[in-house]
């Protein structure tokens, strides 16, 4: 079985988001959603942090980014 996490940006404004999704043992599946903001665009230095945070803590073997070429290009950056 795998854990996986799943972070998402939503452009509007709104609550964050976290769920955990029941899966068997020994897997699990985490959604963790995100604001952008007031700032629009420049809310992606933080939401950034915030994904490089989790990351760290989760440690992936697998790193992969999509939905928008916003998206696909700050996965492209991390670390």
């Known amino acids: 079985m795998h ?9 509007r404004r709104t609550a964050p988001v976290r769920r955990v999704d029941p899966v068997a043992a020994p897997g699990g599946l985490i ?3 995100y604001e952008l903001g007031p700032f629009g665009p ?3 230095p933080g939401y950034r942090r915030a994904v ?3 990351l760290r803590a989760f440690a992936p073997d697998l790193l992969l980014g999509g939905s ?3 998206h696909v290009v700050l996965t492209r950056s991390l670390p």
């Open 68 to 70: 928008d070429a916003p």
């Open 42 to 44: 420049a809310g992606f």
């Open 31 to 33: 959604w963790q959603g």
């Open 3 to 11: 854990s996986v996490r799943v972070l998402c940006l939503a452009y």
């Open 52 to 54: 490089i945070e989790e």
